[in-house]
């Protein structure tokens, strides 16, 4: 008697901040990350990620559809970012001013700057 081989994969997406969907999938091996999707339904639950565009990683590394998973991966399905992170960060200091915001902002007292 033959048995199939299972992979054991989590299927992750927040589609807010601070709000995490995960779903445990057992498939059978070999399946790729469009299968996981699919059996998911997160695809039929939110269609704004439905798309050709769509950012997925493994473990936080990117991975593309046709990616074989292995047993215990977890697939993360990204958002598109609001704000690019440089354009919010240099906003933000220039709101702040140059001794409020980053890496001097919190000094000990008797401190030498920068420390």
Request: aromatic content about 8%; glycine content about 10%; some cysteine.
């Given at each position: 008697m033959v048995s199939e081989s299972r992979v054991r994969v989590k299927v992750i997406y927040s589609p807010q901040p601070r709000q995490v969907q995960e779903i445990?999938?057992?498939?059978s091996a070999p399946c790729?990350?469009?299968?996981?999707?699919?059996c998911s339904g997160f695809l039929l639950q939110f269609p704004e990620i439905d798309t050709p565009q769509i950012l997925l990683?493994?473990?936080?590394?990117?991975?593309?559809?046709?990616?074989?998973?292995?047993?215990?991966?977890?697939v993360e399905i990204y958002r598109p970012l609001r704000v690019d992170p440089k354009v919010a960060?240099?906003?933000r200091f220039t709101r702040q001013g140059a001794r409020a915001a980053g890496l001097?902002?919190?000094k000990r007292p008797?401190?030498?700057?920068?420390?």
């Open positions: 445990s999938l057992v498939l790729c990350v469009l299968q996981a999707l699919q990683g493994i473990w936080g590394r990117k991975a593309r559809l046709d990616q074989v998973l292995r047993d215990l991966d977890r960060r240099r906003e001097f902002r919190q008797g401190a030498k700057a920068g420390y």
